[in-house]
């Protein structure tokens, strides 16, 4: 036996259009310490741009063919990644960038800035 349906009952819904804004997006290539050092100084614009740094979420893809190439080439990881990771702390973001490793060749990284107006 189906339940009892309610009559006289219903609801009215609104349509609310929430959509995010599309992502900014920026690749990198070059030496390691300098696309750090160019992400930072993106991020800082783009942080200016929207307003608000409550309202940004970060991610970076860092392909890892092209960061073998860089270490192979010289390039060190550290320090300068973890001086990049207290830099960027600095602007108070609600999250540290999420990073994603890539299989795939491309330029060394990519930063992908979400927001919401």
Known sequence: MSAPRRRGSF????FVDDTLPAPLVWTFDGPFERCLDDIEDTLRRAIVMVGDVSRVALLIDLSLPALKRRVEAGDALQPAWGRFLERTARYGLPASP????????GPLATLVIAYRN
């Open 98 to 105: 999420r990073v994603r490793h890539l299989r795939v060749a």
């Open 11 to 14: 609801q009215v819904v609104r």
